[in-house]
């Protein structure tokens, strides 16, 4: 069996390579470069630069490598972003869902495993977020993962396509010190470029009513992210039947405040956050279960935030020096 993994040159999409490397699973990877990076892959796994809109490609791809399973990490991420550029995100994370599809089923590949996000609930009235939360995105972003969810069910529906897709909060860590995060919106870079720039870190809002007064919110490792994306293939390979979608979550959360602790343990600076005001519509609490998961996907909060902000900081530093 051959998975192709899109996106599989990105932060995330890296992991699951190496994940199903590590577990002698065949891989090709497809994608654009547009955030990825090809020195994140490793060695002798077959990749295809471009884009997933690029119908005949992605066909081709599959064909020419015997792919039996698509995981589908590639997409438009920065939610904050989409809001400015809609157009742009429905075209990466709907079309291409779309465009990927339709090649899968020219081909005959009738196993997906979709990386989804969150982000389909909005800011939910609920402190412990399930399967079965109300979903109300709040962003073009949130709501291409989740027209990506409905395209993949009516799909099964239509042709008998197994998927599965699985919704997560912040992936923070690394899993390889070659591999790291290098988004302009994620926390952790935006964090560790501060620290590297001589600039305190904000923190926005240290009035809620959680323990230390900052925001809580789930972060999960990037390696138990990976280990749960193959869980799924695997059982889609096998016939096992999957939920429809799944959370990954850590059940408890942690803090902003917190955070800057942990990174002020780990890389050794000291600094004192500065406090900014509440950004409107942020919520004093998002966490989800990861019950489902857990039973299915080997789903296990494996790392610790000590071991989270670790990681990162070991990857950036060496990233930096090389």
Known sequence: MTWLVTGGAGYIGAHVVRAL??????????????????????????????????????????RDHAV?????????????????????????????????LQAMAEVGVSRIVFSSSAAVYGTPDTELVTEATAKNPQSPYGESKLIGEWILADQGVASGLAHTSLRYFNVVGSGYEDVYDTSPHNLFPLLFDALLDGRSPKIFGDDYPTPDG??????????????SHVAAAQRLDAGEPVEPVYNLGSGEGVSVG???????DSTGIDFTPEVAPR????????????????????????????????????????????
């Open 279 to 322: 950004r409107p519509g942020d919520p004093a609490r998002i966490v989800a279960s990861g019950e489902l998961a857990a039973r299915d996907l080997d789903w296990v909060m494996r790392h610790s935030l000590a071991d989270m902000v670790d990681s990162a900081w070991r990857a950036r530093s060496d990233a930096t020096r090389r």
């Open 214 to 227: 900052t925001c809580v919110r789930d972060y999960v490792h990037v390696s138990d992210l990976a280990t």
């Open 21 to 62: 490397v590590d577990r002698g699973i065949d891989v090709v990877v497809l994608d654009d470069l547009s955030s990825g990076h090809d020195s994140f892959l490793p060695a002798g796994v077959p990749f295809v630069q471009g884009n997933i809109l690029d119908g005949d490609l992605v066909a081709s791809a599959l």
């Open 258 to 264: 917190e955070i800057m602790t942990a990174v002020r």
């Open 68 to 100: 039996t399973g698509v995981v589908h990490v590639a997409g438009f991420k920065y939610a904050g972003v989409s809001v400015q550029r809609p157009l742009h995100t429905y075209a990466q994370n709907v079309t291409g869902t779309l465009v990927l």
